[in-house]
Every structure is written in C-alpha cells, then in structure tokens.
C-alpha cells in the first residue's frame, strides 16, 4: 500500500496536464486587467474632452 501511495504521489507530482489551463487563465486575467485599465482611462479622458468641448460651446 505504501508503495502505491508514493507511486501514486510521484504520478500527480509529474503531471503537467494542468497546467496549461492555469497559463490560460492567468493570460485571460491579464488581459481583462488590460481591457479594465484602458476602459477607465478612456472613460476619464471622454468625460474631460466633452466637459471642455461643452463649456466652451
């Protein structure tokens, strides 16, 4: 029984299967971190164009 445990132990340990789908994630995230970022400066910057766009009209 102790040898099936380590066996088994070294198996998990040496598989890489997920893996790639922890990668995937961790891309996802930052490009969602991106779009948010990118969304909020572009927000801000709209909202300052139109305020100048509207006092000056």
């Known amino acids: ?15 890489d299967s997920g893996v790639t789908a922890i990668e995937y ?8 971190l991106v779009c948010i970022v990118a ?3 572009l927000g801000t910057n709209l909202s300052t164009s139109f305020g100048n766009l509207a ?3």
Request: hydrophobic residues 60%; glycine residues 0%.
């Open 1 to 15: 029984m102790k040898q099936f445990m380590s066996h088994r132990l070294i198996q998990t340990l040496i598989d």
């Open 25 to 32: 994630a961790m891309i996802a995230m930052f490009v969602a």
């Open 39 to 41: 969304w909020q400066l």
């Open 55 to 57: 006092s000056s009209i």
